[in-house]
């Protein structure tokens, strides 16, 4: 457990000194603040991912049967696209080639995680109003210890990630094309292209109460859709009772993405002027929310928590924008609130050893 709090430690101090110590108030240095962004967020792609993908195979649920697929996968040019595994061809492919290239498993986990962490990084880069608050979110929040284990998942979502900047800009093609290579790996892809559409609502009172009508309808016919999305995430050899019932997450879960929603509305309404980015920011938090409360019956809703963290990772800093609230008291109390809420979540999740992350295990050991 150490390993992480140094390592988390290490990251957030390393990001201050970068991004705010002595930091010019020249408004014309811009691009100085700009590059040192870029630094900041290169060195957390190589820190978080190397720490990722140097980990041994005894680490994680999942790992050990990720190996077993990656020596399984074909190994010569001719058969580089005969899947007869139980697994997505993207994911199939990239196995072949790293072993028609030289390389290992551990090879396949060291590209695999700076991939992951590198475009969340990039995200970050390109949509965060606080850089350092978007990688605290990322670590304190159930994404970078996921990432560990649930191997595919995390890959697809990382085009999830990437092609965000194609729906800000419009550009609906580029954006489906992206989550389309995604499924390749993982089909949870698929269910963001909807998201796209989101820009063109504004959040008010009544969107809230519709949204609210339909999470009732879902909760209460969780098993029904439980069998749709199964099918489509390709998981059609799991009974509903291993996605609905007895194995789904706690209510204290819910809680606190309830506290989490409920402060991120406070510092909406605070806002002097909202933007299509802060519509959608809300929006993220909201169904974030509302994927929580689900997970109390639902365990597959966990994967769309995992994958919704990054996009709380751009909407806080959006939300709690010192230079765009009408209230600077209300802001910071409810600023000061999120940090302790991600701090001991962070906490939570690693003495609960979160996806057996804890101990840390290098391969070499």
Request: hydrophobic share 50%; charged share 15%; with cysteine.
């Amino acid at each position: 457990m150490l390993i992480y709090i140094v390592n988390f430690l290490l990251n957030m101090a390393m990001g201050w000194f970068l991004l705010f110590f002595r930091r010019s108030t020249d408004p014309q240095a811009g691009y100085d603040q700009n590059k040192r962004k870029k630094v900041y967020l290169f060195l957390t792609t190589l820190q978080l991912g190397l720490l990722c993908g140097f980990r041994s195979t005894q680490m994680t649920y999942d790992t050990a049967a990720y190996e077993t697929i990656f020596l399984q996968a074909p190994n010569t040019w001719r058969t580089i696209f005969k899947n007869t595994q139980y697994v997505e061809i993207g994911f199939s492919v990239l196995c072949s080639l790293i072993k028609l290239l030289g390389g290992d498993f551990q090879t396949l986990l060291i590209l695999s995680s700076l991939f992951v962490t590198g475009s969340c990084c990039l995200f970050i880069y390109r949509h965060s109003n606080n850089v350092l608050l978007s990688v605290f979110i990322i670590i304190s929040f159930p994404f970078y210890y996921s990432s560990f284990d649930i191997l595919r998942h995390f890959i697809a979502i990382s085009f999830l990630l990437l092609s965000y900047k194609y729906m800000v800009e419009k550009r609906f093609v580029w954006y489906a094309t992206l989550l389309v290579i995604g499924s390749l790996f993982h089909t949870i892809t698929l269910l963001f292209i909807p998201f796209y559409f989101l820009r063109y609502i504004k959040f008010n009172a009544l969107i809230f109460l519709a949204s609210g009508a339909v999470l009732v309808v879902v909760f209460i016919y969780m098993n029904e859709i439980a069998s749709i999305l199964s099918a489509l995430m390709g998981k059609t050899d799991y009974g509903d009772s291993d996605w609905v019932g007895s194995y789904g997450g706690g209510i204290k879960t819910a809680v606190m993405y309830v506290g989490v929603f409920i402060l991120s509305l406070l510092s909406f309404y605070q806002l002097r002027e909202k933007k299509m980015e802060d519509h959608l920011s809300i929006f993220f938090v909201l169904f974030l929310t509302f994927c929580s409360i689900l997970f109390i019956q639902a365990r597959m809703l966990t994967r769309m928590i995992m994958t919704m963290i990054p996009f709380l990772a751009i909407a806080i800093p959006r939300l709690f924008d010192k230079k765009n609230t009408h209230d600077l008291q209300i802001r910071n109390f409810v600023f000061v609130l999120f940090l302790i809420i991600g701090c001991v979540y962070h906490g939570f999740m690693l003495l609960t050893s979160w996806q057996n992350v804890v101990p840390y295990i290098p391969y070499w050991k």
